[in-house]
């Protein structure tokens, strides 16, 4: 069977016959997708069919003027269909593409970019053979987690980003926009975590950026219009050092943070890691308040609130966490954090439309029942399964992406890193090993974790998410079985060519995949 798609869909079959296209197609839409459909996604639709294929697609709606014609069209769903799943059929005549929402259209339309730029450079013109494929997403959460506190990356690196994932067919970008080393996002009510947070060094030594209010809303329509949902994450109670720099007050001491250089690890090298304190309520106060700005500035239905590795003893030695510990009855600093993050949840849920998120390390059955937690060291997120939650499986020894992809490229990183290799990631199983088959549908999916103390520049981000995410793609899109590495490799090497055909400014960053 001949296919060259990333991620392979779930049924293809070959027809005889080929259909070719010239320079320009015609694109129509049947009367449920003029009705179903807003005038937005019918746009973005014809933009997103124009930018797959690098052809003309033109919204005339009308057959039998001469061009071949994509025809769109709204159907009713079946049982093992979502709306992400899509139908494509290529005949002789014109390419049909159906799907129950906006969203499969869309997917059916980057296949059939997949699709004409292999068989159009195989035949050396615009063609396509005949064929027919039905797909539909294994999981409904395919991720990537995007760290720009460590290191800072512009806009329009965001959106090459965005680019990639749609591509691929995943539709999360989880924007880690804040940690202990630079607070990314323009908050209009604390205004020193950008004046100050968002840089390290001095002069012309300086390096960092954030955010605006105007970048995210850039960011979050060019997502949307991609099929992408932005993620934003406020972390808490730890991993916090660059606010507390902006505003010492929020720390248990309340002492200013000592900072050191403009490397990545400015604010931690001389203050180590510090904790918001969980016993002053202006804490909460803050918190809160980031919150609420930040819920106006994404369409997300989901935001994640962070939750991982406090550093122990800190609130132990806290006269305002050990007073809040006393009038709430809580034994220890865990249940502390279990507290502090339950305050923080429950409110934010009573006020916002919004779904949390967590890191999976404070699990335990003092967390609210509704929170969706991400594991990321093996067993939690069977564990947060077991404990009635939803979870996003982000083993950390199958998805981090700052790990190394070869022993080659090991010696350039710490100690504690372990090697990803590329099949190691094609063979990424999302459903935690031994959990009870009733259990499976708690797991939504996964995310990547691109982490980046170590990934300064745009080249070597890309060097570190390809071709890893596009193995992580088919993981989390294709069925488990009926694919291969040995079939991904060879069709890796096609969507190589055809991405750097398309994009040379892409190539440079991947210039070693195969080697
Ligand atoms: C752990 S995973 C972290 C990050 C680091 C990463 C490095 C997680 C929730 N926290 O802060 O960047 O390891 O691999």
């Not at 797959?52 to 269909?81: F, H, M, Y």
């Not at 604010?267 to 803050?286: D, I, L, M, S």
């Not at 990547?448 to 993981?475: D, G, I, N, Q, Y």
Request: include cysteine; charged fraction near 25%; proline fraction near 5%.
């Amino acid at each position: 069977m001949r296919m060259e798609l990333i991620p392979i869909p779930k049924a293809y079959k070959p027809a005889s016959g080929t259909l070719a296209l010239g320079s320009a197609f015609g694109m129509a839409m049947d009367t449920a997708a003029e009705r179903g459909l807003t005038s937005r996604e019918r746009d973005a639709l014809v933009d997103w069919a124009a930018q797959q294929t690098g052809l003309t697609a033109i919204a005339d709606g009308a057959a039998g003027n001469g061009r071949p014609t994509v025809r769109l069209s709204l159907v009713a769903l079946r049982k093992d269909e979502t709306a992400e799943s899509y139908r494509l059929t290529v005949s002789e005549t014109d390419v049909l593409i159906e799907a129950g929402a906006a969203a499969g259209l869309q997917y059916g339309l980057t296949t059939l970019g997949q699709l004409l730029k292999w068989d159009g450079s195989r035949h050396h013109v615009r063609a396509l053979c005949c064929c027919r494929i039905e797909d539909t997403p294994r999981f409904a959460w395919r991720g990537l987690m995007l760290d720009s506190s460590r290191h800072f990356q512009s806009v329009s690196t965001i959106k090459r980003v965005i680019d990639l994932l749609a591509s691929l067919k995943l539709n999360r970008l989880h924007w880690h926009l804040c940690d202990d080393e630079g607070w990314r996002l323009e908050i209009e009510r604390y205004p020193r975590l950008t004046e100050v947070a968002a840089w390290r060094g001095s002069g012309a030594d300086r390096e960092g950026g954030y955010y605006t209010r105007a970048d995210v809303a850039a960011v979050e329509s060019y997502a949307a219009d991609r099929g992408v949902i932005v993620v934003p994450e406020v972390e808490m109670p730890a991993h916090c050092n660059a606010a507390l720099v902006a505003y010492p007050s929020l720390s248990c001491s309340g002492e200013a943070i000592p900072v050191g250089g403009r490397g990545w690890d400015a604010y931690t090298a001389k203050a180590g890691r510090r904790v918001f304190c969980a016993g002053k309520p202006e804490v909460e106060q803050f918190l809160l308040n980031v919150i609420d700005e930040v819920a106006s500035m994404f369409r997300s239905p989901y935001i994640h609130l962070g939750g991982d590795e406090r550093p122990a003893g800190l609130w132990e030695q806290c006269p305002h966490c050990q007073q809040a510990m006393k009038t709430h009855g809580i034994a220890n600093e865990a249940d502390l954090q279990t507290w502090f993050m339950k305050q923080i949840t429950e409110r934010v849920q009573a006020k916002l439309p919004l779904e949390t998120i967590v890191w999976a390390d404070n699990l335990g059955p003092g967390m609210p029942s509704g929170q969706i937690v991400q594991g990321w060291h093996p067993g939690q997120s069977a564990k947060a399964a077991m404990l009635g939650h939803r979870t996003i499986n982000s083993n950390h020894e199958w998805v981090y992406l700052d790990y190394p992809w070869s022993e080659a490229v090991a010696c350039e990183k710490p100690d504690w890193m372990i090697v990803l290799p590329l099949e190691k990631a094609y063979h990424f199983e999302p459903i935690p090993d031994g959990l009870d088959a009733q259990l499976h549908d708690r797991v939504l999916g996964s995310e990547m974790a691109m982490w980046t103390e170590f990934v300064p520049t745009e080249a070597k981000l890309f060097e570190h998410l390809l071709p890893r995410l596009a193995a992580f793609s088919e993981a989390l899109w294709s069925p488990r079985y009926g694919r291969s590495f040995d079939g991904f490799l060879h069709r890796l090497g096609v969507w190589r060519t055809m991405r750097a055909g398309l994009e040379p400014r892409l190539a440079e960053g991947l210039a070693d995949w195969l080697a």
